[in-house]
């Protein structure tokens, strides 16, 4: 069932805890300006929404997002598990400025860094960003990233930033379906997280970095927060062999830096990569390296 404003409000329900209504959602949001707003009891994945959204010309800073997903997606059209009342999934449409063009690679990270922000600020929750687009609690998968764009035919209408993050522990998709450990917020927290409040730490914390892409306050505060910065990590590339070496860092492009064992800097583009710690890749990881 679809809910939709132009701006900010809706009325729905979705049962985390107490049922969430239009006061919470009100309060929650009350001083974020959106572009507009569609949301979701449930729906095949907020991405897809998103970018038929952006392809009917929907405006800057526009929201779509869903108590659960029945066909919400990662990279690689890995499947994303999103149960009711259990997660956060959301997707906001961003219109790029001629000025953000060159660093689309950077749209990512932007989230990865608002994220750990928000998580850092408003809970005191410690979190690491895993390159190019996961945030690990505790070494373990609690919230992934989904960058895609919108284009009409050459010219690129918008980017939908599609964030999941797993709050309680029925959040935790099945074993056979983690291609990482998997973990949870309310696991790291006192008290229980409230989904909209979360929801709107997070919108904060994008529109603060969003001007600082590309800043060498950005880089920095990514390579500060890189997950396994300093240890020794396998980049699997199907189906090319696995690069074996140690993370030095990032680089000016938003690519991993890598040093082998001879010293050799490798440089890791976002594409069909996984990164795991060294010795832990899955016996399909390993069939797919060769």
Request: proline share 6%; hydrophobic share 45%.
């Amino acid at each position: 069932m679809l809910w939709e404003t132009p701006f900010l409000f809706l009325t729905t329900s979705w049962g985390y805890n107490n049922a969430m209504d239009l006061s919470a959602l009100k309060h929650a949001l009350s001083d974020i300006q959106l572009g507009g707003l569609r949301t979701f009891d449930t729906i095949g994945s907020t991405n897809d929404e998103a970018i038929a959204w952006a392809d009917a010309g929907c405006a800057d800073f526009s929201l779509v997002i869903a108590d659960e997903q029945t066909r919400g997606r990662g990279r690689f059209d890995r499947r994303w598990v999103t149960r009711p009342g259990a997660s956060l999934a959301f997707s906001l449409i961003l219109t790029p400025s001629p000025a953000e063009l060159p660093l689309l690679p950077l749209f990512a990270p932007l989230c990865g860094l608002a994220i750990w922000q928000a998580l850092k600020d408003r809970y005191g929750i410690p979190t690491e960003i895993k390159w190019p687009n996961d945030i690990l609690l505790h070494r373990r998968k609690c919230s992934g990233i989904l960058v895609e764009a919108a284009w009409n035919e050459s010219r690129l209408q918008a980017v939908v930033l599609g964030i999941g993050i797993n709050i309680r522990e029925d959040s935790i998709p099945p074993a056979d379906l983690q291609m990482f450990p998997a973990s949870f917020l309310n696991s790291a927290s006192d008290l229980p997280i409230d989904r909209f409040e979360l929801l709107a730490a997070v919108l904060h914390t994008i529109h603060a970095w969003r001007p600082k892409m590309g800043s060498p306050e950005f880089y920095q505060t990514w390579q500060v927060h890189l997950a396994f910065k300093g240890e020794q990590v396998a980049i699997v590339q199907s189906p090319k062999p696995s690069i074996i070496g140690v993370i030095e860092g990032i680089d000016g492009a938003g690519r991993l830096v890598l040093r082998e064992s001879d010293g050799k800097l490798q440089y890791i583009e976002v594409g069909d990569v996984h990164l795991r710690q060294a010795g832990e890749q899955t016996e399909k990881e390993k069939d797919h390296a060769g």
